[in-house]
Nanobody, 124 residues
Framework: QVQLVESGGGSVQAGGSLRLSCAAS????????MGWFRQAPGKEREFVAA????????YYADSVKGRFTISCDNAKDTMYLQMYSLKPEDAAVYYC?????????????????WGRGTQVTVSS
């Protein structure tokens, strides 16, 4: 069973930056693609970005395109989400997710493994 642990969350002012990390452990060779989701209070969890575990392809939600960058470091079994120009509406708990298939997916049900989340707070 692959285990995922997020880190890097925190509090920033609007316009600031943060980098989230997701460390994978266990049989990581079974991973095909990874994703980031987020959930704000009172809202449903939503897709943010996805990447093939090989790092060869990426996909972003329109709301973060041009501001967030997803990447993978296979040598470290770690995925990252670099966030720039943060807005108050980006505040949420951010979750990393992994799936065995290599297709980039935006639906929660398509992912097999989940981390517990890391809080991002953005003040205006």
């Amino acid at each position: 069973q692959v285990q995922l642990v997020e880190s890097g969350g925190g509090s920033v002012q609007a316009g600031g930056s943060l980098r989230l990390s997701c460390a994978a452990s266990g049989p990581t060779s079974s991973l095909g693609a990874m994703g980031w989701f987020r959930q704000a209070p009172g809202k449903e969890r939503e897709f943010v970005a996805a990447i093939r575990w090989s790092g060869t392809r990426e996909y972003y939600a329109d709301s973060v395109k041009g501001r967030f960058t997803i990447s993978c470091d296979n040598a470290k079994d770690t995925m990252y989400l670099q966030m720039y120009s943060l807005k108050p509406e980006d505040a949420a708990v951010y979750y990393c997710a992994g799936r065995r298939g290599i297709g980039l997916r935006t639906e929660e049900n398509d992912y097999d493994y989940w981390g517990r989340g890391t809080q991002v707070t953005v003040s205006s």
